[in-house]
């Protein structure tokens, strides 16, 4: 009887680590395993994915491309950006002239990006950063996306709010809901299509399209209301906040400094460190 409770104990505990860990991908367990997953299949994710190319050009860096092409040079702030998947294609499309941010807390996944993009280097800037606080002033960028990531964060719903608050006015935002089977596995992550577009709505944007994408995944687009003129392309030390005290920064050879001594280091792959903060005093 003893060895039957085990054996149950024992699978009922493989079960559960399955599915927090495989299924859910650490979501359950907080940002600090959902990160560290994140970096352990860091060299190995784009293999792991299977991202096709054309797929990725016709579906994501060629109708973004195009919403964005009356803007001469477009800023656009990639959430939870991994590998740069977004960044890859859309700088592959003809005419494509603007600047891309890619922002990521897991450090690993944003050494491959920076690997994987250089051929674009000049127009991208990296950040190591989590999404529950965007360093940007309200109205920064001419497009925000954020794609299969949003059920892994701590408070989906305040990153949905993050990322509309800095969304120019006349802005687009690409973003995925996750649905299917997959859904069914992330309780209180996941949204229905009709719950997620509501959401969308209260944010509020506006002219919201569903685009059936993957067996897990819609692609959703949406605008926000009002217009605003293209921000265009714009000096970091412009746009970026202390992520510490939101003051405005200043560059300074390998750091960005604010007014209150809070300094973030630009580590040798230039990639902003701005999970890192030190201050004058750390010196």
């Avoid at 807390?105 to 690997?115: D, G, H, I, P, T």
């Avoid at 719950?195 to 209260?202: A, E, M, Y």
């Avoid at 687009?221 to 217009?227: D, E, T």
Wanted: charged letters at 20%; proline letters at 6%.
């Amino acid at each position: 009887m003893i060895w039957i409770v085990l054996i149950l104990g024992i699978v009922i505990l493989g079960a559960l680590l399955y599915w927090q860990l495989i299924l859910a991908e650490g979501a359950y367990l907080g940002r600090f395993v959902v990160t560290l997953l994140y970096d352990w299949s860091a060299r190995l994710y784009d293999r792991i994915k299977s991202f096709d190319p054309g797929y990725e050009q016709w579906f994501l860096g060629r109708p973004l491309s195009m919403a964005l092409g009356v803007l001469p040079d477009p800023l656009i702030l990639d959430v939870a950006t991994g590998t740069a998947r977004l960044a890859r294609t859309l700088f592959q499309q003809a005419g494509f002239h603007g600047r891309l941010i890619g922002l990521d807390y897991s450090r690993k996944m944003l050494q491959e990006a920076v690997k994987e993009t250089r051929p674009w280097a000049e127009q991208l800037t990296f950040i190591w950063q989590d999404a529950s606080q965007l360093p940007f002033e309200d109205n920064t960028f001419d497009a925000v996306t954020c794609l299969e990531a949003l059920e892994f964060m701590p408070d989906p719903e305040h990153v949905l709010r993050e990322m509309a608050r800095v969304l120019r006015p006349g802005g687009i935002m690409l973003i995925t809901n996750r649905i299917g089977s997959g859904a069914r596995w992330m309780p209180g992550r996941t949204y229905t299509p009709d719950t997620f577009q509501s959401k969308l709505r209260d944010l509020p944007l506006e002219m919201i399209r569903v685009q059936p994408w993957q067996e897990d995944y819609d692609l959703l687009w949406g605008r926000k209301p009002g217009m605003d003129g293209p921000v265009g392309l714009r000096r970091l030390e412009e746009i970026l906040l202390c992520p510490k005290c939101q003051a405005h920064v200043s560059h300074k050879g390998q750091i960005f400094i604010c007014q209150n001594g809070h300094q973030i280091l630009i580590a040798e792959d230039g990639v902003l460190e701005s999970a890192r903060i030190s201050t004058t005093r750390d010196l």
